[in-house]
C-alpha cells in the first residue's frame, strides 16, 4: 500500500489531525515537507492540510502556492495523482493554479466556525465517494469562494462544483464549499473532514473523504 | 530604485474590510460615497534605470503579488 503524503508548511496546523485520520481509515501516512520534493509514483494521494500557512502573509495560501514541494504536487496532480486541499488546503490550490477561484473575507469579516451541512453536486470523481449530504466543522477567515460571474455556470456544467453549504457562513458565490479540477483527481474543500472521524467528535462524516483517497 | 506596488481588490468583488471601514465613518458623520482598502508594497529592486525596474517590478507582481481574479495593482517609481 503506498503512502498518503500529508503536506507540513510553516503554519499549518491540522496536519496531525489529518495524519490520524488518514491512519484511522486504515491508510498510511507520511510527512511531506515543504522544502522538500517527492517522487510522484511513491505516493497513493496528497492532502494539503488547514492551517494559516506563511501566517496568512499576502493572501492566504499565495506563499505557500509557490513553496518548493508544490513542485512536486503540481507533477503529481498533473499524471493524475488524487491530490486534496482542506481550508486553508484548498487556498493553496488555488492560489497554486490547480483549482479555479480565489478564497476571500468571509463578508461578515468575522472567523467563523461551528457545524455546518453541506450537499454534494459533483458526482464523476473518486472524491464523490462520499454521501449526499454531510454534517462538518468549519473554520476560517478566509472563506468566501470568488470566481468570475460567467465561470461560475461553466463549473456548475462542468460538474466541477463538488459541495455546497445549505447555509451559506461566509458568502460564497452559490454558497460553494469545494470545487474540482477539470480532470477530477485534485479537490478543494473549506469544512474540515479530519475533525469528524469519531462520534466523540460530534459526528463520523468525515471519514469518507479519507477512504476515498484509497481508490 | 524603490517601486510601490498599490493593490487593490477589483470594483466587482466584494471588499469586506473596505465597507466595515466605510460604515464606522459613516456612523461617524463622515459622509463618503466609497472606502476600498488594499496593500502597498514598496521593492527595493537593485536597479538603477526606471524601465528595468518597472518591468522586474511587473514580473514580481504576476509572480505572486497580485491575484488577476480579484485585484488590479498600479506601479510607481519612488524617490
Known amino acids: 500500500m503506498k503512502p498518503v503524503g500529508v503536506v507540513r508548511f510553516l503554519g499549518t496546523n491540522c496536519d496531525q489531525d489529518v495524519f490520524d485520520a488518514v491512519a484511522a481509515v486504515g491508510l498510511k501516512p507520511k510527512w511531506l515537507w515543504y522544502q522538500d520534493q517527492f517522487d510522484r509514483r511513491d505516493l497513493a494521494a496528497v492532502i494539503l492540510p488547514g492551517g494559516f500557512s506563511y501566517g496568512d502573509y499576502l493572501r492566504s495560501g499565495a506563499l505557500a502556492a509557490r513553496a518548493p514541494v508544490m513542485k512536486s504536487i503540481l507533477d503529481a496532480a498533473n499524471h493524475g495523482t488524487p491530490v486534496l486541499g482542506i481550508c486553508n488546503g484548498f487556498q493553496i490550490l488555488c492560489e497554486a493554479h490547480l483549482l479555479p477561484g480565489v478564497l476571500l473575507k468571509n463578508d461578515s469579516l468575522r472567523f467563523r466556525d461551528g457545524w455546518v451541512k453541506l450537499r454534494r453536486v459533483g458526482e464523476a470523481s473518486a472524491f464523490c465517494n462520499v454521501k449526499e449530504s454531510v454534517h462538518l466543522p468549519i473554520a476560517h477567515g478566509d472563506g468566501r469562494y470568488y470566481v468570475e460571474e460567467d465561470q461560475v455556470k461553466q463549473l456548475f456544467d462542468d460538474g466541477r462544483v463538488w459541495w455546497r453549504y445549505e447555509q451559506n457562513p461566509n458568502g460564497s458565490l452559490d454558497s460553494i464549499a469545494g470545487v474540482l479540477n477539470d480532470k477530477k483527481n485534485i479537490a478543494g474543500l473549506m469544512p474540515h473532514p479530519e475533525r469528524a472521524m469519531f462520534s466523540y467528535m460530534g459526528g463520523t462524516d468525515g471519514r469518507d473523504f479519507f477512504t476515498s483517497l484509497a481508490l | ?79
Do not use: W
Open chain 2, 1 to 79: 530604485m524603490k517601486v510601490g506596488v498599490k493593490i487593490l481588490p477589483k470594483n466587482e468583488v466584494l471588499d469586506s474590510q473596505g465597507r466595515a471601514v466605510e460604515n464606522t465613518l459613516q456612523h461617524h458623520g463622515h459622509k463618503l460615497s466609497g472606502c476600498r482598502m488594499g496593500r502597498y508594497v514598496v521593492l527595493d529592486l537593485n536597479e538603477t534605470e526606471k524601465s528595468r525596474a518597472l518591468a522586474r517590478a511587473t514580473e514580481i507582481c504576476e509572480f505572486v503579488l497580485y491575484n488577476p481574479l480579484s485585484e488590479t495593482y498600479e506601479l510607481e517609481v519612488l524617490p
